[in-house]
């Protein structure tokens, strides 16, 4: 009897316990399983597919998330949706370089236009490569990208430090829509703060000064991209520095003559077969193109010289060789007209 009845009350206290409400520590413990994904951080995704660094393509971004590429972190105050990619791994059919990408899904032409916009911090760029190669250590944070003729890219928005320096550079380039063969397509680089493309080392591990008006890793800073009638304007903003506004042209080109090369271009492309070209007079005018965003490593082992592990993407993380841009906030649509 006094085995029964110790049975029953076992029994007892096991259901009693069963309804009872769960403790907050329980309730603590199911909400760290909650998986939290980019698509709730940025709304936006349903307009995106993505490229990663370990190539995988995926189109379809709602409730998608993948570990050490693409993912959601929490600073302690925001979330924040995270691009990281290796110096190598497996890229795109036209390029050395990988990213983790987003590419969007609607095209459109300069004429009819598109807006972008993006609140980010670079959070590491690449810690090896060649300071005379002008890639080294940076990676695109947006880009305008061609989808016919050449595929060329009439805008990259860049973001470079060199090891040992507290600041790095913002900076966009243009790349011409080259007229005949693609061979001669050059990248003209516009500074926004701290240096532009051009300026490199004095050898492979001698850097340039440190940017006066650069901007940290970790440092938040905004970009917006409007392209309204052939017309695209530009503007950068970053608590503690100046707002930098461009405006330049997709429909009319500044680089249609030989003479028109601008000194820079000279110097940067000056010991390559690349760089010594012109573009068609109406530049992307009628060309289909589209925006991307997020991190595209601009460091690899062929043209940087970057450390890359024999390819290990583990190694090459604990190692510094690749890139992490997190991003808080984005937007994607139609152009606006300018204020």
């Known amino acids: 009897m006094r085995k029964t009845a110790l049975i029953i009350v076992t029994i007892l206290v096991f259901f009693s316990c069963k309804n009872e409400p769960r403790t907050s520590l329980e309730t603590t413990s199911e909400t760290e399983l909650i998986t939290k994904y980019p698509s709730d951080v940025i709304s936006f995704m349903d307009k995106w597919k993505i490229l990663l660094g370990d190539g995988t393509h995926v189109d379809n971004l709602v409730n998608y998330q993948k570990d050490d590429f693409f993912y959601v972190l929490n600073d302690g105050k925001t979330d924040w949706v995270v691009y990281k ?44 490569g060649d300071a005379t190669a002008a890639s080294s250590y940076s990676v695109v944070v947006g880009q305008i990208h061609s989808d016919e003729g050449h595929e060329n890219e009439p805008l990259k928005i860049y973001y470079k430090k060199f090891p040992g320096h507290t600041k790095g550079s913002v900076f966009w380039n243009y790349e011409i829509n080259t007229k ?66 461009f405006t330049k042209s997709l429909i009319a080109s500044e680089f249609a003559t030989i003479s028109d090369i601008p000194q820079q271009v000279l110097k940067v492309y000056a010991n390559r077969e690349k760089g010594g070209g012109v573009e068609r007079e109406i530049a992307y005018a009628g060309e289909i193109n589209y925006f991307k965003q997020g991190a595209y490593n601009q460091a690899n082992p062929k043209s940087t010289k970057s450390e890359v592990y024999g390819g290990d993407i583990i190694k090459q993380y604990e190692n510094g060789s690749y890139a992490e841009v997190w991003f808080r906030e984005a937007t994607v649509g139609n152009s606006t007209i300018p204020e």
């Open 180 to 245: 005949g063969d693609n061979i001669g397509r050059f990248d003209y680089s516009t500074a926004v703060w701290g240096y532009d493309f051009s300026v490199v080392g004095s050898d492979v591990s001698v850097y340039p000064e440190e940017p006066k008006e650069g901007i940290a890793l970790g440092e938040e800073f905004s970009y917006e991209v409007n392209v309204h009638k052939g017309i695209m304007y530009l503007t950068f903003s970053s608590n503690g520095h100046k707002t930098v506004t």
């Open 85 to 128: 990619t290796p110096n190598a791994g497996i890229t795109s059919k036209t390029s050395s370089n990988t990213r983790t990408e987003l590419g969007e899904k609607r095209h459109w032409i300069p004429e009819k236009g598109g807006k972008l916009t993006g609140t980010l911090k670079v959070q590491h760029v690449s810690t090896t």
